[in-house]
């Protein structure tokens, strides 16, 4: 008799009925009786958070360097090189075209690196660079160019990230971490409008130059001196000598990592190259996930366009940029406490769902008025929406925590799908369906609604999956086994 016939019918995996293995990263091991596990892990995690820290510094000018364009077209953008229809929104959208096609490819190159920081600052350099070329061009192709390329070298960065976490936290642990990189987009989009409403006031004609170049000028050398940083702050695997980290320290890492899959069979066998992605092209649960994460993020493309939803109060451009702040800040704040809340309840779909609801409440207030005041508490609802891709791509990491390659493809197969929403969603606000916009926030929320479905009816079928299990171990008389988190 087979003994998994339950959990191979409905495509399940177990961790029970097999044997303890080490990882594919090749390290030195010590029984944890031989150290103080607790003191030694601790130690560990708060070397390891203060560079993830930095981390969210980099993925704070990621974000900055990608959605500078909507500050600088409230400053003369379109008009200096002469954009007409719909030109702008192309301008968005040609940045993910770029992101899409490398980020498969990219995570897989990662996960046979023994230095991702080298990787992942080299690729920061260069489209630094792009962004500071960004600055002195003189027409709408040459920009187009450019927005594609910056797309192209940044797709390395945030899947590559979010695999290089998963490559160091359990995945009781993830969650929390996941939400403090991924709160580096809502800093971003916070600050940067202040930094940007600064340079945009203030940098005016100096030698020669219009406000919007000197924000790319400045936005992106500084994203340069961050990124020579990096190389020497970013952590690499826990198989990687690090000086940073005592030998007690790096021999609990590895062994954390073990720990999380030692009991998977197919672990304790080599990796081929590009087997994980293989793996991951083959698995139709990767790409239910990723329709509906694509919806996801089409129904949060008003990220993009914050600045220009600002403006239709009817302020100045400086208070416009300002007033952006205040509903990022909150979204900051309350990523935190869902992302926490999932990772000690046990939990992943209702905080997927509640904060996608709260921002279809925000939707429908925007849709509902032009009065100022309810038009921008509005926006506070909105910025609520964010973390629900957060909480979904640690469910991602969660199921895939077996083995590394796969998971590696899994997170850029995904967000891949996902990010392919916003080269749809950035034509979902052109400038003839303001100031209200009311037919984009109606595509918002009926991609919302679309996104909640799908993600109910996955929950359902990994409900089944763990009742499968239950009533495997019960008839075979085994101990309890691995459960997928809902």
């Known amino acids: 008799m087979s003994a998994r016939p339950l959990l191979n019918s409905v495509d399940c995996s177990s961790r029970y009925d097999a044997t303890s293995s080490r990882s594919s990263d090749d390290g030195p091991?010590?029984?944890?009786?031989?150290?103080?596990?607790?003191?030694?892990?601790?130690?560990?995690?708060?070397?390891?958070?203060?560079?993830?820290?930095?981390?969210?510094l980099v993925y704070v000018m990621n974000i900055m360097d990608r959605y500078n364009v909507a500050a600088a077209r409230l400053h003369g953008l379109e008009e200096d090189l002469g954009m007409t229809g719909n030109q702008f929104n192309t301008l968005i959208s040609i940045l993910?075209?770029?992101?899409?096609?490398?980020?498969?490819?990219?995570?897989?190159?990662?996960?046979?690196?023994?230095?991702?920081?080298?990787?992942?600052?080299?690729?920061?350099?260069?489209?630094?660079?792009?962004?500071?070329?960004?600055?002195?061009?003189?027409?709408y192709h040459?920009?187009?160019?450019?927005?594609?390329?910056?797309?192209?070298?940044?797709?390395?960065?945030?899947?590559?990230?979010?695999?290089?976490?998963?490559?160091?936290?359990?995945?009781?642990?993830?969650?929390?971490r996941t939400a403090l990189l991924h709160c580096g987009s809502s800093i971003s989009n916070a600050f940067g409008a202040l930094i940007a409403s600064g340079i945009l006031g203030s940098l005016d004609g100096t030698l020669g130059f219009s406000a919007w170049r000197w924000l790319f000028f400045v936005e992106g050398a500084l994203t340069i001196v961050i990124a020579v940083s990096a190389?020497?702050?970013?952590?690499?695997?826990?198989?990687?000598?690090?000086?940073?980290?005592?030998?007690?320290?790096?021999?609990?890492?590895?062994?954390?990592?073990?720990e999380e899959v030692a009991a998977i069979e197919h672990e304790s066998k080599p990796e081929e190259n590009f087997s994980g992605l293989v793996e991951a092209l083959m698995d139709w649960r990767i790409w239910w996930l990723g329709v509906a994460l694509h919806l996801m993020v089409s129904s949060q493309s008003f990220t993009i366009f914050f600045p220009t939803i600002s403006a239709t109060m009817g302020y100045n451009?400086?208070?416009?940029?300002?007033?952006?702040?205040?509903?990022?800040?909150?979204?900051?704040?309350?990523?935190?406490?869902?992302?926490?809340?999932?990772?000690?309840?046990?939990?992943?779909?209702?905080?997927?769902?509640?904060?996608?609801?709260?921002?279809?409440?925000?939707?429908?207030?925007?849709?509902?008025?032009?009065?100022?005041?309810?038009?921008?508490?509005?926006?506070?609802f909105m910025t609520q929406s964010p973390v629900a891709y957060v909480v979904s791509l640690v469910w991602i990491m969660n199921m895939f925590s077996r083995s590394p390659s796969k998971r590696a493809a899994a997170i850029a197969l995904v967000n891949t799908m996902a990010s392919a929403g916003l080269i749809t969603s950035s034509y979902f606000w052109p400038s003839s369906w303001g100031p209200s916009y009311v037919k984009s926030y109606?595509?918002?929320?009926?991609?919302?609604?679309?996104?909640i479905a799908m993600c109910w009816v996955f929950r359902e079928h990994l409900s089944r999956c763990n009742e499968a299990a239950q009533a495997e171990e019960k008839i075979l008389g085994l101990p309890e086994g691995f459960r997928y988190i809902l």
């Not at 601790?42 to 930095?54: I, M, Q, S, T």
């Not at 023994?114 to 600052?121: A, C, G, N, T, V």
């Open 142 to 176: 040459a920009a187009l160019i450019l927005r594609f390329f910056i797309g192209f070298v940044e797709a390395a960065f945030f899947p590559g990230a979010v695999f290089l976490l998963s490559r160091w936290y359990k995945k009781n642990e993830l969650g929390l």
């Open 29 to 56: 091991t010590l029984p944890l009786d031989d150290i103080d596990r607790l003191t030694v892990e601790k130690r560990l995690l708060r070397k390891l958070d203060l560079r993830v820290a930095f981390l969210i």
């Open 317 to 380: 451009t400086t208070l416009s940029l300002l007033l952006c702040a205040p509903p990022w800040i909150l979204g900051t704040v309350t990523s935190f406490v869902v992302a926490r809340h999932s990772d000690v309840t046990g939990d992943r779909f209702w905080h997927i769902v509640g904060p996608q609801v709260v921002s279809i409440v925000g939707f429908i207030i925007a849709i509902s008025t032009m009065n100022t005041g309810m038009r921008y508490l509005s926006l506070f």
């Open 442 to 451: 109606i595509i918002c929320i009926s991609a919302s609604v679309m996104s």
């Open 96 to 139: 993910y075209v770029g992101y899409l096609l490398m980020q498969a490819p990219s995570n897989m190159i990662l996960h046979r690196m023994k230095r991702p920081s080298l990787y992942l600052s080299s690729c920061m350099i260069i489209w630094a660079a792009i962004t500071v070329f960004m600055g002195a061009v003189q027409t």
């Open 231 to 258: 190389i020497w702050i970013l952590p690499d695997f826990p198989s990687t000598p690090s000086v940073w980290l005592l030998p007690d320290e790096q021999i609990l890492a590895i062994q954390r990592m073990e």
